[in-house]
Every structure is written in structure tokens, then in C-alpha cells.
């Protein structure tokens, strides 16, 4: 079993920073596949950035904005958000991909945090 929790999102402006974090807990393997989504009020859920050993993948949106990270030792993933655009307004949810011996996948997600970027 995991738990997935993130940090409280908040409101910024734009051109502003913000980092969120998300607190992992329960059978967690470092090589678990973690990364962060969102989603906008209409919108489907997207890939922001996700993270597995030590390579990261990241939205074109997103790339040279947000960096992904991850404590190992802690589970805690990050996502630093910086030069923040009102098209980055959304629910941010943190999500855990598990594997079985089967390779059959089994994902875990956050309740989600709300980002709130004005104009």
C-alpha cells in the first residue's frame, strides 16, 4: 500500500515560484516511477514531469520552467516551479507507479493541491 500527499498549492503571480512537494509512504521502491500531473477546470489530466532512477521527462510546456526531483531517502518528491504562467493553473496531483513481478502496473495518486496562477 502508498499514500501519496501533497503539500498545499496556493496562489502566485505570474512570473513567480513555487515548489511543491509530495510525501510518499508504504512500499516504496527508489526506482518507482514518480511524477507529477495536472489538470485544468474542462481540461484532461497531463504529464508535467515524472522521474524513474535518474532520468526525467518533462510536458514541452513545462521544459526549462519546472525541475522534478526526488529524496530517495526521505520519498519526497518535489516539483520547483518557476517563471509560473497563468496556463499553469490547475490541480497538481503527485502519482506512484508500482510493478509486480508480472510487470503488471498499478498506480497511486494524491488527492491533488490546487496552483493558482494570476495575470
Known amino acids: 500500500q502508498v499514500q501519496l500527499a501533497e503539500s498545499e498549492g496556493g496562489l502566485v503571480q505570474a512570473g513567480g515560484s513555487l515548489r511543491l512537494s509530495c510525501a510518499a509512504s508504504?512500499?516504496?521502491?527508489?526506482?518507482?516511477?514518480m511524477g507529477w500531473y495536472r489538470q485544468a477546470s474542462g481540461k484532461q489530466r497531463e504529464l508535467v514531469a515524472d522521474?524513474?532512477?535518474?532520468?526525467?521527462n518533462y510536458a514541452d510546456s513545462v521544459k526549462g520552467r519546472f525541475t522534478i526531483s526526488r529524496d530517495n531517502a526521505r520519498n519526497i518528491l518535489y516539483l520547483q516551479m518557476n517563471s509560473l504562467k497563468p496556463e499553469d493553473t490547475g490541480v497538481y496531483y503527485c502519482?506512484?507507479?508500482?510493478?509486480?513481478?508480472?510487470?503488471?502496473?498499478?498506480?497511486?495518486w494524491g488527492k491533488g493541491t490546487l496552483v493558482t496562477v494570476s495575470s
Open positions: 508504504g512500499s516504496i521502491r527508489s526506482d518507482n516511477t
Open positions: 522521474i524513474s532512477g535518474g532520468a526525467t
Open positions: 502519482k506512484l507507479r508500482q510493478r509486480n513481478y508480472l510487470l503488471a502496473t498499478m498506480d497511486y
